[in-house]
Nanobody
Framework: QVHLVESGGGSVQAGGSLRLSCARS????????MGWFRQAPGKEREGVAA???????NYADSVKGRFTISKDNAKNTLYLQMNSLKPEDTAMYYC????????????????????????WGQGTQVTVSS
């Protein structure tokens, strides 16, 4: 069992920054695929960024160059640094994890939409005002 708890959400003006954190606890599996997803009211959930066990990352086109996903293995914590925030970034942000690796055995990344994590946090709200 894996337990995920997000923190760091809040309200900011456009152009501002926030850093989300996700603390992982539970059984210490040796390999995780972890990511951030978001869902705005009336919209489907979308993948924002993912990080593989070796640190390889993948981003949605809408956040490339603005968001950075990272992790601290010693602290069992996942981060999402969000800069240059836009009103369209407003959503509930969820941390998610799956046991194993994100990428295929040839090293290729699946699309973020193809990731289907088994474990989810409760979400943290991010609101960006114009």
């Amino acid at each position: 069992q894996v337990h995920l708890v997000e923190s760091g959400g809040g309200s900011v003006q456009a152009g501002g920054s926030l850093r989300l954190s996700c603390a992982r606890s539970g059984y210490p599996y040796s390999s995780y695929c972890m990511g951030w997803f978001r869902q705005a009211p009336g919209k489907e959930r979308e993948g924002v960024a993912a990080i593989d066990n070796d640190g390889s990352t993948n981003y949605a086109d809408s956040v490339k160059g603005r968001f950075t996903i990272s992790k601290d293995n010693a602290k069992n914590t996942l981060y999402l640094q969000m800069n240059s925030l836009k009103p369209e970034d407003t959503a509930m942000y969820y941390c998610a994890a799956d046991i194993g690796r994100c990428r295929a055995y040839d090293g290729s990344w699946p699309t973020l939409a193809a990731l289907t994590p088994y474990y989810w946090g409760q979400g943290t709200q991010v609101t960006v005002s114009s």
